[in-house]
C-alpha cells in the first residue's frame, strides 16, 4: 500500500475509535501518530487551539494564511501568539502574488468581483502547497459555527487535499469554548468583542447582528459561506 492509503486508513479507523475524544485526547493522538509531521492551523481569531496543541507540543508548527487582506489586529494576535508560546513554529503562507501583483494581472478588488475566484488564489492554493509537506493537520473548525460543519468528526480523511484532518473542539458548545478562552486567559482578537464573531480578511468580514449565525459576517450579502479550505 501506499503512505496515502496507509493515511486514509489510519483515518477511518481514527473516526470511529476517536468519535468520542476529548480535545486534548484528540490532539495526544494527533502528537504520538504524527510526531513532527502535522502542523494546526489558526486564523488568529483567538489562540484556543494553539494554547491546547501546546500541552502536548509545545514546538508544533501552526499555519497563517497571510493573504494580505488581514486585519491590523489579527496581524498582532499573530504576533503575539509567536510572544506568548516561544516555542511554536508560525508557518505564514502566502499566495504566488502580491495583492499588487494579482489586482494587475485579474483587476482590483477581486474579492468583490470574484470572491471564490480570490480565496482560491489567496487561500486555497497556499494552503493546499503548505499542507502537501505534511501527513496531517489541526483545525478550529465546530459543529456549532454553522449548518455547513454539523456533522463535522474529530478526525477524518481530508480528500481535497490528502491527509489526515482533526478537528479535536468540533463537539464544543459555544459556552464550553468561551469558557476555556476566558478561564485561561487565552489570546483573544480584539475585533471579537465588538461584534466581529468570524474574522477572516477585512474586506470580506463584517459584524455580525445580534442572534445571527456567527459566520454570517462572512461574505454579507452573497451566497458564498466558505473560502473553500473546509469544503
Not at 493546499?128 to 456533522?151: C, E, F, H, I
Not at 463537539?171 to 469558557?179: H, I, K, Q, V
Not at 459584524?207 to 461574505?219: F, L, T
Amino acid at each position: 500500500m501506499t503512505a496515502t492509503t496507509d493515511y486514509r486508513a489510519l483515518a477511518e479507523r481514527a473516526e470511529k475509535e476517536l468519535a468520542d475524544a476529548t480535545a486534548e485526547e484528540a490532539l495526544r493522538w494527533t502528537a504520538e501518530t504524527f510526531g513532527d509531521d502535522f502542523i494546526v492551523a489558526s486564523n488568529m481569531q483567538d489562540a484556543v487551539l494553539i494554547d491546547l496543541a501546546t500541552k502536548v507540543k509545545p514546538a508544533v508548527d501552526v499555519l497563517f494564511l497571510e493573504t494580505g487582506y488581514h486585519f491590523a489586529e489579527t496581524l498582532g494576535v499573530r504576533d503575539a501568539v509567536q510572544t506568548v508560546y516561544p516555542e511554536v513554529r508560525i508557518v505564514n503562507a502566502q499566495a504566488e502574488q502580491s495583492v499588487a501583483e494579482q489586482d494587475a494581472e485579474y483587476g482590483p478588488k477581486l474579492h468583490e468581483r470574484d470572491p471564490g475566484q480570490c480565496c482560491f488564489l489567496r487561500k486555497v492554493v497556499p494552503l493546499r502547497q503548505t499542507l502537501a509537506k505534511y501527513s496531517a493537520w489541526v483545525t478550529g473548525v465546530r459543529r456549532v459555527d454553522a449548518p455547513t460543519r454539523a456533522n463535522t468528526p474529530i478526525v477524518t480523511w481530508d480528500e481535497r487535499n490528502g491527509l489526515v484532518k482533526i478537528n479535536p473542539i468540533a463537539a464544543w458548545t459555544d459556552d464550553e469554548f468561551n469558557g476555556y478562552l476566558h478561564e485561561n486567559g487565552i489570546l483573544q482578537n480584539p475585533l471579537v468583542s465588538i461584534g466581529y464573531l468570524s474574522i477572516g480578511c477585512a474586506p470580506c468580514t463584517a459584524k455580525v447582528e445580534p442572534g445571527q449565525d456567527p459566520r454570517s459576517g462572512r461574505w454579507a450579502g452573497q451566497s458564498k459561506t466558505e473560502c473553500g479550505l473546509h469544503g
